[in-house]
């Protein structure tokens, strides 16, 4: 039973209809609404927001700030009028809740318009909070030029500062700040990239990233890793940044992309149990430590599907469903269904590159030290005979035990979002690394190819678990024999540094020029290949081994 798993009846002191107060909308706050009233039109169910706004799509920001979105009214999706006459609901904008009581089950609210204050009684209260994004306290940060992005205000402050300037610094790597420096790139800035980690996108494992290092360079984007900042300093033009490393970076705008904190502080005043990390813990109902409370979205913390552990995930679609399922629980608790958590399903553009996670990394799993297995392949995005056809790179990871998925990423310029989305289905279904390489996928040479890349990772999955293969993670990993398989012109375009060029078909005839006293590493162009080479020598009494994912991924720039 989940710790937080009690009693559900709530006692309503009132015979009037009951009444269900949540406290913040946009995804988790407006779905739960949506979804209570669709139970009941009796009902009286009244949405509190700091904002002006209640319903807004804020996954869309960066793309209205690029243009790529042209109208600003296309991410405004609901207002109080329109809320008001399609689903009967009461909403205050510019309200904020400052206090709740929960033997009196009401909550203190404070107009921010006219400060008007007033105790407001709930049957129900769904927190729905959100999470803002992080501003550490370090000097200087409080200039207005330095800009974070979680609402409409914040974008039109950085559309109107982003107008007047030409350099712009963004800290921050992860999903936003890569969608950031995409956009702002498009509107012809000059665009600075900071980031804290050795790498771009630290939820994927470093390797994952390459090729979006070279497409951010490719566009002009300056890269800045394994560096933060320090301080920051008032120009007469614009603003400058003293780094770690002691480098000034000068610009005329910072955007401040470095993570969330959940808006816990009612929830925290009102006694709730709170995570490691902060969040609200709820149970699978997404009732909190108070059974006539719930939290959904950002602020919340539930438990993760894969291995049972605590899980956060600030992503728009687990609020949507967590709305609904609290929903569910106040209006029908015996036949509710429970939230079976998230496992933080993400993807990103970055120009013509994608790149997106599902479930575990690598680096994660270590820092748990939880067993795994992993592989990684590359294969066509559909059949390679058929024009326009681009090369997936995908990482699965499995437990040992059992062979069952733990997680997966992928890169690429097209197909990526389907890849990911059949591996965050096969991890919810608890499937293996057998089940993988036996899926039956749409196949026609324009959409998908007869052997996925998502079975290819099954087979090499298979091959490593039964002594098939014997794999080099990485080309620093090598001995000094190394055997590129490639044709001639291919390894001589693109030479793998120490490698033998013995192209396959020519192999067996040149087993003479390989020492069978040392270990031998084969290396292809996109990693098939390369095991190929591997069984024949091994076939013939070498210890070989293939190198992953090929050069395609070993030398990627």
Not at 161 to 166: D, G, K, N, V, W
Not at 265 to 277: E, I, N, V, Y
Not at 421 to 438: E, P, V, Y
Not at 507 to 521: A, Y
Request: charged residues 20%.
């Amino acid at each position: 039973m989940h710790p937080l798993t009690m009693k559900t009846e709530t006692p309503s002191a009132s015979s009037s209809p009951e009444t269900i107060l949540i406290i913040g909308g946009v995804a988790g706050g407006a779905s739960a609404a949506a979804r209570a009233r669709r139970h009941s039109e009796k009902t009286r169910i009244v949405i509190i927001e700091r904002g002006p706004d209640v319903s807004f799509a804020n996954c869309g920001l960066p793309y209205h700030i690029g243009g790529e979105i042209p109208d600003r009214s296309e991410l405004a999706l609901q207002t109080p009028d329109s809320l008001r006459q399609l689903l009967n609901l009461e909403v205050r904008t510019l309200t904020e809740a400052t206090r709740i009581d929960r033997e009196n089950q009401t909550v203190h609210l404070r107009n921010l318009t006219t400060g008007t204050e007033e105790d407001h009684p709930y049957d129900h209260l769904i927190l729905s909070p959100g999470a803002a994004p992080l501003r550490p306290p370090l000097p200087g940060i409080d200039d207005p030029r330095i800009l974070t992005l979680r609402n409409l205000q914040d974008m039109d402050r950085i559309l109107t500062q982003a107008a007047t300037t030409e350099r712009i610094a963004i800290i921050g790597a992860g999903f936003i700040g890569l969608e950031m420096a995409e956009q702002l790139t498009h509107l012809g800035k000059s665009v600075t990239l900071i980031e804290l980690q050795p790498q771009v996108l630290p939820q994927l494992d470093p390797e994952m990233t390459l090729p979006l290092l070279a497409e951010l360079r490719d566009h002009g984007v300056d890269l800045i890793l394994g560096d933060g900042i320090e301080a920051f300093s008032p120009e007469e033009n614009g603003i400058a940044a003293r780094l770690k490393s002691g480098r000034w970076l000068h610009a005329g705008l910072i955007i401040l992309s470095i993570g969330v904190r959940p808006e816990n502080q009612l929830a925290k005043d009102a006694g709730l149990t709170l995570g490691s990390r902060g969040h609200i813990t709820v149970n699978p109902f997404q009732q909190t430590s108070d059974p006539a409370i719930y939290a959904v979205g950002d602020a919340c913390e539930g438990i993760d599907p894969i291995l049972g552990t605590p899980a956060a995930i600030a992503l728009g679609g687990p609020a949507n469903r967590q709305g609904r399922t609290a929903a569910d629980h106040i209006h029908q608790k015996q036949n509710a269904r429970p939230y079976p958590g998230s496992i933080g399903t993400s993807i990103v553009r970055v120009f013509a590159q994608s790149a997106g996670i599902t479930g575990w990394s690598e680096a994660r799993l270590k820092s748990l030290g939880h067993p795994y297995q992993t592989i990684t392949v590359n294969g066509p995005s559909h059949a390679s005979y058929f024009p326009g056809s681009q090369t997936i790179t995908l990482k699965i990871l499995w437990s040992q035990s059992d062979g069952r998925l733990l997680g997966a990423q992928a890169v690429g310029k097209d197909g990526v979002d389907k890849r990911l989305d059949i591996l965050a289905t096969a991890i919810r279904g608890r499937l293996t690394i057998d089940d993988l390489a036996h899926l039956e996928l749409s196949y026609a040479p324009p959409f998908g190819n007869a052997k996925d890349v998502v079975n290819i990772a099954g087979f090499a999955a298979g091959n490593l678990r039964d002594g098939h293969l014997l794999p080099t993670p990485t080309l620093a990993q090598a001995g000094p024999q190394i055997i590129d398989v490639r044709p001639a012109a291919t390894a001589a375009k693109q030479p793998v540094p120490g490698a033998k060029n013995i192209p396959l078909p020519q192999l067996r005839q040149r087993l003479n020029e390989i020492d069978p006293t040392q270990p031998v590493h084969t290396i292809c162009q996109m990693g098939k290949t390369s095991y190929f080479a591997a069984r024949i020598l091994a076939n013939h009494g070498f210890n070989a081994h293939s190198i992953l994912g090929g050069a395609h991924h070993q030398l990627h720039p």
